[in-house]
C-alpha cells in the first residue's frame, strides 16, 4: 500500500469519532454514491478527493468511512461513519483489492 493511502486509512479510522455516524442494513452503491453528489461541490475542488474506507472495525461492528479528504491539509473536510451489517456486491468489488477507493 502506498503512503497516500496508508495516511487516508489511518486518518480516518483514528477520525472516526468526529464525524457523523449512521447506520444502515446493507451498504449500497447508491447510499455511497447520492452522498458523494450531494457533497459535489467540496469533491470536485482541484485540493480534494472523495473516498471510502471499508472494514474499519468500531465497538465490534463493521463501519465504512466516507468523505472528502484535503491533499493539501491532509485531513477529511467533509466525513461520516456508516455502520453496517452487509455490503452489497457492487461496493464489495469496489474494495476487493484495497481497503481505500479513491472516487472520482
Do not use: Y
Not at 6 to 35: K, N, P, Q, R, Y
Not at 41 to 63: L, M, P, S
Not at 84 to 99: A, G, I, M, P, W
Amino acid at each position: 500500500m502506498d503512503p497516500f493511502t496508508i495516511f487516508i486509512l489511518g486518518s480516518a479510522l483514528l477520525g472516526v469519532g468526529a464525524g457523523i455516524a449512521i447506520f444502515v442494513a446493507i451498504l449500497t452503491f447508491s447510499i455511497l454514491t447520492e452522498w458523494f453528489q450531494e457533497h459535489e461541490a467540496i469533491a470536485t475542488k482541484e485540493e480534494n478527493i472523495a473516498v471510502t474506507v471499508e472494514n474499519a472495525i468500531e465497538n465490534g461492528k463493521a463501519t465504512t468511512v466516507q468523505g472528502i479528504f484535503n491533499k493539501n491539509k491532509k485531513e477529511f473536510v467533509q466525513k461520516r461513519v456508516i455502520e453496517h451489517n452487509k455490503v452489497d456486491q457492487e461496493v464489495r468489488d469496489l474494495h476487493r483489492n484495497s481497503k481505500v477507493v479513491i472516487w472520482q
